[in-house]
């Protein structure tokens, strides 16, 4: 897994999109900011004014990559952006996204959340056909496949190049002209169109980053369809069969922020219901409820509130210095979880404290978390987890550790609630989560959501599937200490 120490869900990353807007690169910017939950490592914006393309992206936070000169550079009514977490080749500014190609098509801008399960062997045909990859990431597969349809339009060939990749995506391309969006046939990754309410589109990650931009929601892009949005308005298509519904759970649990909403339902008031739930199912005497901040103070706020407990502030965090995985490794991660969490002495001595969490991946920041609480003088900790045990990788777009890490492949509930020194340890079952995100009772029967990490049962078969640095001859090149990146403008077409 390159030089770092993973301990927790990562983000994937976040994609948004604008047609038919004066300031559309401001607005993808302000856009980004909303959706840098969804990944730290990179971002990058491109913008047409319908003939003229230029971009620019770096490594770091939307903040450290651009500023006002570099947004000043960017014009037209046509921008698409990322922020990216990598889940497919490593984190270096090559791999930075919106991947942009130059074909007979013209310029070509691809923007992508999610993982292709099917990215190796694709990549493979096409390098055997004569295709020279500039980066290694699963997204310029499908650039790939697009140049070398036969099919003149970009509306053609991306269903064409949709019709051969099989995995997790929430897409969005742009071309001089046109923006497209689209969705993969299972819907693992959220994907939301809007509108401003002066005219213009947008697309999204999520709906916080439509409120951050004073967008209206208008929907859910569906699984497997394709949004095109040009002179002409917005049109929509199947370009690929749907199949069975399997949103990523997860998002509900801790990668979709708290004001977002999936499916109809807010994120917060769902992992509010998931607390509740632990309460109900995992009652214990105790004396304060706390969270471990921030993506699970709902739900622990949620479990006070269904067990009459008073819900209390015992870890304080610092906001300035980013998600766990930031830091670059084991030694470093320890003195960094030291400092983001801080644990409030006067709250917890002398206390019994229930600690909700939204999951355990290796183990070992509970371990930490666990022990902070007792050092703060907390004389019992009872652990509860608003998701099922962590079992199973992830290989549609979220970048956890390999089976073999995850505390709960390997040890009981028992054995890990020994491991990370808690006094009891209870997670939600499967059962519990699904009919509480979806309302449905009905699993496993039918089954709504992806909960693959948990059960094991992949929607869509990962036999092709292989780990991040497939594509990569050395796999340990990341360089998220670049804060630098790289502005260029391309007159469109210039290249067949
Ligand atoms: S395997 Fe887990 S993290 Fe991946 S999409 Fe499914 S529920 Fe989400």
Redesign the pocket.
Known sequence: MGSREPDT?RDSCGVYGVWGHPDAPRLVHYGLYALQHRGQESAGIVASDGSHVVHYKGMGLVSEVFNDQKLEALRGHISIGHVRYSTSGSSRLANAQPVVVRYRGGLLALAHNGNLVNAVPLRGALEDEGSIFQTTVDTEVIAHLVARSRLPRVEEALPEALNKVKG?YALIVMNETTLLAARDPNG?RPLCVGRFPEGGWVVASETCALDATGAEFVREVRPGELLVIDETGLRSTQAVPPGKP?L????YIYLARPDSNLEGRNVHVVRKDLGRRLALDYPVEADIVTGVPDSSISAASGYAEEAGIAYELGLVKNRYIGRTFIQPSTSARTFGVQVKLNPLRKVLEGQRVVLVDDSIVRGTTSRRIVNLLRQAGATEVHMRIASPPYR???????D?SAEGELIASTKSVEEIAASIGADSLHYLTTQALHETVTGLPDWPVAER??????TGH??VPVDEARGKFEFEETPDGDDNDRPGGEIEAVAAGTEG
């Open positions: 869900v997790g693992f399997a990523c759970v997860f998002e199973y990788p992830c290989y549609y777009g979220i956890t959501c992806c909960m693959a990490c948990f992949y929607p």
